[in-house]
DNA sequence: AATTACCCTTGACTGAGTCAACGGTACGCC
DNA sequence: GGCGTACCGTTGACTCAGTCAAGGGTAATT
């Protein structure tokens, strides 16, 4: 096995048994459950949180043994925790309902899982409780990706708030670094094109979007007035590697295109080099043409600069 | 329960659901341990990364019941897994050793562990990894500096790579603005000072460090000509909130002052604001003194900025 | 009408983990 | 040197958790 691919093989184990000893603590130390057990307590938190499932759902969602959950459910139904009725709509499926005292029950434990929980937060510097949250989430959302169909949130666009614009800068560079080998001097170029835009833009002609998805930055493009009047300028598309095939980078030149149509720009143009392929398919995709190409030197390799144009205006309005 | 301080709360609970669901998949769908437990498997992964361990040692590593841990050391030895033997240095206790079959088996383990997770890892894209596992590691940090003495590593400075300086840009723009208001006039400046840095300086006067803890960049700072003759400009200093208090202000402050002494320097000064009290009590500690005061209003806010020096070559040198 | 597939139940079983009692040794303290 | 306390490992008896296979019943398919 590649020792690059088996790092994140190596992470995820120890995670794995990191967590195992982690929840082992978490729930023998207390009694959690009394005087239920784990299992059942799962059980009721579904219940709980669903209203009414059938068996089977639960089966399915907790990966369970049919037996064991049809006894299981037998000693909570004994306890007058649930109520089981043929489902109505087949009946070889039974439904299972909380009756008011399991929903007593199911609460009780929630609030002694809550608690447990808590004690151990208790131990966590209040300034590191967001970053934990936030890292829990991401990998909550990358596995459960990978389990079933990826059922993620749209991304949307939003302008920027503080410390977004430095984020442009910084995923720029990176990315070019790491992918083309761009040296110092992007960063700097594009540093001072946000310096330039936070200190003297016209919010009526001139504008930045950041892309959002879960929570997180994944795009910006920036529209800027250019030199040639009646010309608008777009500027750092970017879309993070990881994020690109939801469309992002067609929505953040959408936007671009709109905005400067709707505030009156007759043409719009865009400087980008001839081996950004991904980029360029997205401006020829909404109308850019080529209008110039030429060799040129900078942040420290050899690169083919090409100059687009868009017209906004024209015979093509109604 | 004040809902702020509940949301950290949930969060865990909710990982916690999913992270016994997703264990409880990957262990059952593949008969992974097989001819032993899940137990049995964790106790051979300790022995065999730690040579010899004492069975007590184990007990508390894996938090397993003395008598289970008896028994089942007894049913390992009986198979030649493992072998039992006093310590030397307490008869009471007792040393476990892995045989050659041991290590064997416990390879076997490790094997079919790894290539479990790698299954379910090929199902999350590629991109994805590198995110996984630093989320991974971000909880993992947290919390087992919760749980023991917070036995963190230490932070280093290192220069910048590609992207630190809008990782600059970003954070000082993202806290002064939440922690004083300011507005994006102050992102603009840290831009245009963080592109100068970038576009043209000289690397044997002119300098950026990155402190970095765990893998993660908390603080930065800036060493550059000032137009006064023989003098050097600290800038940007700056030190993550949930870092703070392990001297990494200290340190980018020295290395900014050793630095500058030693390529010649005779004076070096700084501009700051009344406002930040953490970051004028390390420039009083590293000897700077008040030389002006004058209020102003800047970043949207009304603001005293203070302007502070220190003599690095004089009357106090041998 | 027959086949197949799914749903739930039940009995019999194995494995995982707990609890309490016990003998042995180390260590601190008179 | 002797005593109490505390920890180490062992053992027996037990409960709880989970598995497997057989079986009766209904739904969907043909």
Same sequence: chains 1, 2.
């Avoid at 007058?80 to 909380?98: C, H, K, Y």
Wanted: aromatic share 8%; with cysteine; proline share 5%.
């Amino acid at each position: 096995m590649p020792h690059a691919a088996a790092r994140p093989v190596q992470e995820i184990r120890a995670f794995n048994r990191f967590y195992t000893n982690l929840i082992g603590a978490l729930d023998y130390s207390r009694r959690l459950y009394v005087p239920y057990t784990l299992t059942e307590a799962r059980v009721l938190y579904e219940l709980n949180h669903a209203r009414h499932l059938d068996a089977a759902d639960l089966r399915a969602e907790l990966t369970l043994d049919a037996g064991y959950l049809s006894r299981l459910l037998g000693k909570l139904e004994k306890d007058g925790i649930v109520e089981r009725a043929p489902s109505t709509r087949d009946p070889r499926r039974q439904r299972i309902t909380l009756t008011a005292r399991g929903r007593e029950t199911a609460a009780l434990l929630d609030e002694r899982s809550s608690e447990a929980v808590g004690s151990l937060l208790s131990d966590v510097p209040a300034a590191q409780r967001p970053r934990l949250a936030e890292a829990m989430r991401t990998v909550r959302e990358i596995l459960s990706g990978a389990e079933d169909g990826a059922a993620r949130s749209r991304p949307f666009l939003r302008e920027p708030g503080p410390g977004d614009l430095g984020w442009i800068v910084e995923r720029n560079a990176a990315l070019y670094a790491a992918e083309y080998g761009f040296n110092i001097d992007y960063e700097g170029l594009v540093a001072r094109i946000v310096a330039d835009f936070a200190e003297d833009h016209d919010p009526h002609l001139e504008r930045t979007w950041i892309a959002e998805l879960d929570g997180r930055r994944v795009g910006c493009v920036m529209c800027v007035r250019d030199d040639a009047p009646g010309t608008a300028r777009l500027r750092l598309l970017l879309v993070e590697p990881d994020a690109r095939g939801h469309g992002i980078g067609d929505q953040l030149v959408s936007a671009c295109i709109d905005f400067a149509r709707g505030v009156g720009y007759r043409e719009m143009v865009l400087w980008t080099n001839d081996i950004l392929g991904a980029a360029r398919a997205i401006y020829q995709r909404h109308g850019f043409v080529l209008v110039d190409e030429k060799p040129h030197r900078s942040f420290g390799v050899d690169l083919v600069g090409q100059d687009w144009q868009l017209h906004l205006a024209g015979e093509d309005t109604p």
